[in-house]
């Protein structure tokens, strides 16, 4: 999806506004003697960016407005190294919230819905960005945040709310309590707003199935205004993204050069409009696709494809690259098994070896199960794990996002 003239005039006034606030940003393009873009050559002659640039200039270094302007930061998390910051104007937070009200939108929610948000509010763009789209959609918000799931219950009962917004590992943890409970006739949730994860069709049917209800995948980053910026519409042929805020490129991870529509790769994200903290073709590892023509909903809003997977989540073992989505379809094949798995990869006696735990759908022979998961690996990898088929509910259930890899080769 090639840049247009309208995109281009905005990255060129993206560029200005870096270059006179002379931030992180501003320095590395006027040292690369860059001025302005005219050209979609020039375009695909700006640097990337990563993450860890952008940790560099921790605390306020990609601020690229006067500090007045600032109405409030949010943070990524920093489980390795320092956590990148990013300050918001009060025009980004209102262009966040418009994002996130068309987001609802595009899933056919209104302003008669009640919308049960269940993920954190702080530092990070989660709870907050749902909160800010369904004010502006005028829709009641029950704000809950994360955890706490008898209350969380009671409420989704007491209040009848419609709409739920949680990760996948959050929406199947409930959808599991519901069951448990036989309260599922209390429940009135039509729909649900799914973010921050990569999850497989094997769980999203369980928790539409159990709650009964339609699902919707929400994209987006805390560097990029946070989720929001993309979701799919109820034809669900991809995600549609707001292409008046960002421009969209997908890039070869290896090359880093532009792919044709409709080729897989890694989500580099330019923002177009942004005043506190603006960014240049930032790769964001998240791997997915453009998928090309017109969706059947009308809109003209380019789609791309439910994230696949991120281009820095390859494991290397016993020589042999895997991803962990590789795993997951070749689970995927057995119906005799449930949604739930874990894989650890450990390296004993001078080598690597890789366990799955993963969780049978009801009463099997799990020792055949094993044999004939372990035998499908192999074919399809190139070596032979060890499988542990073990009963419905036996692996963790996370509030926030589940850990499916574990690998124990490095602690
Ligand atoms: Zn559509």
Redesign the pocket.
């Known amino acids: 999806m090639q840049i247009n003239e309208r995109q281009l005039a905005q990255v060129n006034s993206q560029i200005q506004r870096l270059l006179a606030a002379d931030n992180f940003y501003g320095r590395r393009l006027r040292e690369a003697g860059i001025s302005h873009v005219n050209t979609v050559e020039d375009f695909l002659n700006l640097p990337y960016s990563e993450k860890e640039d952008l940790r560099e200039a921790y605390p306020l270094g990609l601020m690229a407005c006067k500090e007045e302007e600032v109405v409030r930061i949010h943070s990524s998390s920093g489980t390795t190294g320092k956590p990148v910051i990013i300050p918001y104007t009060a025009k980004d937070v209102d262009d966040w919230g418009e994002m996130f009200k068309r987001c609802y939108e595009f899933a056919g929610i209104t302003n008669k819905d009640r919308i049960q948000i269940t993920p954190g509010y702080g530092l990070w763009t989660a709870g907050i960005g749902f909160q800010n789209g369904c004010e502006k959609l005028g829709a009641m918000a029950v704000p809950m945040g994360p955890g706490n799931t008898d209350k969380q219950l009671q409420m989704m009962m007491d209040l009848k709310t419609t709409v739920i917004c949680a990760t996948s590992s959050y929406a199947l943890l409930l959808a599991e309590e519901i069951e448990k409970r036989g309260i599922r006739e209390h429940i009135h949730l039509k729909k649900g707003v799914i973010g921050s994860e990569r999850w497989g069709e094997k769980m999203r049917k369980r928790i539409s199935t159990e709650l009964g209800i339609e699902l919707y995948d929400i994209y987006g980053l805390t560097e990029i205004y946070g989720p929001g910026i993309g979701i799919n519409?109820k034809?669900d042929?991809g995600m549609?993204y707001w292409d008046d805020f960002i421009y969209l490129e997908i890039i070869d991870p290896e090359t880093g050069k532009n792919v044709p529509d409709g080729e897989w790769g890694e989500i580099v994200i330019t923002t177009l409009v942004k005043e506190g903290a603006p960014l240049i073709r930032f790769r964001t590892h998240d791997l997915s696709r453009i998928i090309p023509g017109e969706?059947?909903?009308g809109?003209t809003y380019p789609r791309i494809d439910v994230i696949s997977g991120r281009s820095d989540d390859m494991m290397k073992i016993k020589g042999v690259n895997v991803f962990p989505k590789q795993i997951e379809e070749i689970l995927g094949t057995f119906p005799e098994l449930s949604s739930e798995y874990q894989i650890r990869i450990s390296h004993l006696d001078g080598k690597d070896s890789m366990r799955i735990y993963v969780e049978a759908a009801g009463s099997s022979d799990f020792k055949a199960l094993q044999q004939s998961v372990a035998a499908s690996v192999k074919s399809r990898i190139g070596f032979t794990p060890i499988v542990y088929v073990v009963e419905l509910g036996f692996l963790p259930r996370s509030e926030k996002k589940s850990k499916r890899v574990i690998d124990e080769r490095f602690q």
């Open positions: 519409c034809y042929t549609h969706c059947p909903c809109s």
